[in-house]
Each structure stands twice: as structure tokens, then as C-alpha cells.
């Protein structure tokens, strides 16, 4: 069992910069791929950014070099650095831990942070 807990939000200007934390409760960290999703008011949930581990990272399109997500299994933790952020980023972000497990998908959420940008 992991619990998340989602961090580092808040309300910036356009271009302005975030980082989002997501702290991890629970064992065996390193065998999870870390995803951020977010999820705007009215719209489905979208991938962000994701790190399988080994440096195995990909992003969505809109991030288009922007973001940057890292991990730190030692402390469990995992970020999402956001520059040159725009109002069209504006949405609750929420981490997510992930692992298969047979033909199933072990998956935990965080409770999410808002990102909002505004001028």
C-alpha cells in the first residue's frame, strides 16, 4: 500500500515557474513509474509527464520542453518542474504511481495541487 501526497502548487503569472512535490508513504518505490496527470475544470484527465525509472522519461505534447519531471527513489519522492508556464496549464495536477501486476495495473493517486495562471 502507498499513500501520495501532492505539493507545491499555487497561482503564478504566465511565464512564471512551479514545482510540484509528490511525497511517497510505503515500500518499494523504485519499481513504481511515477506519472503526473492533471485535469482542468470541464476536461478529461491528460498525462503530463512520465518516469519509468533509468532515466525513461516522456511528456505530452503541450509540455513541448517546458516541464521537467524527476525522481529520487532514495527519499521517495518525485517532482514536476514547470517553466514558461501559460494559462492554458491551469488544472488541478495529481501524482500517480503505477506498476502491472499480472494482467492487472497496481495504481495509486495523490489528492492533487492546483496550478492556476493568471495575469
Known amino acids: 500500500q502507498v499513500q501520495l501526497e501532492d505539493s507545491g502548487g499555487g497561482s503564478v503569472q504566465p511565464g512564471g515557474s512551479l514545482r510540484l512535490s509528490c511525497a511517497a508513504y510505503?515500500?518499494?518505490?523504485?519499481?513504481?513509474?511515477v506519472m503526473w496527470y492533471r485535469q482542468a475544470p470541464g476536461k478529461g484527465r491528460e498525462l503530463v509527464a512520465k518516469d519509468a525509472g533509468y532515466n525513461r522519461r516522456t511528456y505530452g505534447d503541450f509540455v513541448k520542453g517546458r516541464f521537467t519531471i524527476t525522481r529520487d527513489d532514495a527519499n521517495h519522492m518525485a517532482y514536476l518542474q514547470m517553466n514558461n508556464l501559460e494559462p492554458e496549464d491551469t488544472a488541478v495536477y495529481l501524482c500517480s504511481l503505477e506498476r502491472p501486476n499480472g494482467n492487472d495495473v497496481v495504481r495509486y493517486w495523490g489528492q492533487g495541487t492546483q496550478v492556476t495562471v493568471r495575469s
Open positions: 510505503g515500500s518499494a518505490f523504485r519499481v513504481y513509474t
